[in-house]
């Protein structure tokens, strides 16, 4: 049996605990098919082929939910004691973990064997994978264009076939707008769902959340049911889902808001115009209620906030990595958008940044009335399919700003900021309000146009009803929708 032959994770587990085949089997094919696949992708920066090997031979995999299922995890965050961390970075590029955090024994837990890590922009800062330490990731259907960010060699490992599962993140989308390009589930949970700590318990203030890229709904309710946790040290408790409320079918009507319009006022494809038009007819075929709505937040204050929180949080975590190494760091240990978010975030006054998560608040309670009128929301996962590969390069003129980006006041320095990511966010200006909110959301592979390439299809839900978007993915998956 070879990995093309699985159908999903849960199918592997299944195969596994039935004795149908041995864990070494299945990690010995993830090892033969990622070799291979990988000089086309890009998608991996490390592995530990041997000791995963060891692992599969030697584990007591006894009623796991996920036995013996071979598993890459991402480059950023997610660290496992002893292996390479880099996060896409220069500075950290023989960085080793002195421990496993919680989401990583979670998932060790539920019975995966890790085989390396995945390729990610440096710091997750960006919707496409090129780290200058590890380089681009490829899109599998077009190797010309990138497969997306920040959890983009993860999406490239998935839709190329290596495994069904990999190990992702999404702080402003990064689960989500890989998943669009390349054709795959991408489902961004509730803030304060999945484990988090020890190192780091907020996340970019809860912003960024640990979850995987799927091909199959099932993997995913069953991943979401078994790994979340209402955890007590968390700054963001939530009472975990039961079993039932995954499993049941969808028995209402809803009442979904479709979104069209970009929240920045961009431009919007046809292509994705299309791809949510059909959806919306899919829903609405099946008796549920489907109407234009008005954007409920500002797009544009609520992406300055994000990018005045980018700052903030990335002057402390530089400024603590610069205490580690006990010296200064320089424009030359970083790629030139890390630097000017560094930058930035030295000159934010703390009365600044307290208004902002005030402001985030504010933006979840809003959200949260607009839930009492519509169940979901539906839109677009991005407005263009994946992007050719260096469509997003900054002038020579705003890198020379950007390096210099100390020489600015604080308002000059965010109009920098906002337009180092111009371009890239017209691209994907869907993802970001979820993070900011902690609602779920999740992109379902709906969509292909003319070129065959993939458009996902975005449902948003108000916090803690993954529920309603599983179900309602279900539905989509039964009717043999996802292309």
């Known amino acids: 049996m070879v990995a093309n032959d699985w159908l999903d994770a849960t199918a592997m587990a299944q195969a596994v605990l039935h004795g149908d085949v041995s864990p070494k089997e299945l990690v010995e094919e993830a090892i033969d098919k990622s070799q291979a696949v990988n000089p086309k992708i890009n998608a991996i920066v490390d592995t530990r082929f041997e000791q995963a090997l060891q692992e599969a031979q030697n584990r007591d995999f006894t009623e796991k939910p996920f036995a013996g299922v071979p598993l890459f995890l991402k480059d950023l965050g997610q660290e496992q004691a002893g292996e390479l961390s880099t996060s896409g970075s220069r500075l950290l590029a023989n960085y080793r973990a002195s421990h496993s955090d919680n989401y990583v024994k979670g998932l060790e837990a539920l019975g995966f064997i890790i ?194 929180m980018n700052s903030v949080e990335t002057a402390a975590m530089l400024d603590s990595l610069s205490a580690a190494l006990g010296r200064s760091l320089t424009p030359d240990d970083m790629e030139v958008m890390s630097w000017a978010l560094y930058q930035a975030g030295q000159r934010i006054p703390a009365k600044d940044y307290s208004k902002v998560i005030s402001q985030w608040d504010q933006y979840s309670y809003r959200m949260a009335l607009f839930h009492e009128k519509y169940d979901l929301i539906l839109t677009p996962t991005t407005a263009e399919p994946a992007p050719k590969h260096g469509q997003f390069l900054l002038s020579a003129a705003l890198e020379n700003d950007l390096k210099h980006l100390a020489d600015f006041d604080q308002a000059r320095q965010q109009g920098l900021i906002w337009k180092m990511f111009a371009d890239s966010l017209a691209w994907t200006p869907f993802t970001q309000q979820a993070n900011l909110t902690g609602q779920p959301a999740i992109s379902l592979p709906l969509y292909r146009d003319a070129q065959g390439l993939s458009l996902g299809v975005q449902l948003t839900a108000a916090k803690g009803r993954e529920d309603l978007l599983l179900a309602l993915a279900q539905s989509f998956e039964e009717q043999q929708l996802f292309v």
């Open 115 to 308: 085989l390396g890590r995945t390729n990610t922009p440096e710091f997750g800062f960006k919707n496409i994978s090129d780290s200058s330490l590890h380089g681009s990731v490829n899109l599998p259907d077009d190797v010309s264009r990138n497969a997306g960010g920040s959890s983009g060699g993860a999406a490239a490992l998935v839709s190329s076939g290596v495994l069904p599962l990999a190990a992702a993140s999404d702080g402003g989308g990064s689960i989500r707008i890989p998943a669009s390009f390349n054709g795959l589930i991408g489902l961004k949970p509730t803030r304060g769902r999945i484990p988090v700590g020890p190192g780091s318990f907020r996340g970019w203030q809860g912003a960024s959340v640990q979850f995987a890229l799927t091909k199959t709904v099932r993997d995913t309710k069953r991943l979401l049911y078994y790994l979340q946790t209402c955890q007590m040290e968390s700054p963001f408790v939530l009472p975990t889902l039961p079993k039932a409320s995954l499993e049941q079918p969808l028995t209402k009507k809803l009442r979904i808001a479709l979104l069209l319009d970009s929240p920045i006022g961009s431009q919007v494809s046809g292509s994705a115009l299309s791809a949510v038009q059909k959806a919306a007819k899919h829903l609405e075929d099946a008796g549920h209620r489907v109407e234009e709505a008005a954007q409920p937040l500002d797009g544009i204050e609520a992406m300055q906030s994000y990018y005045m």
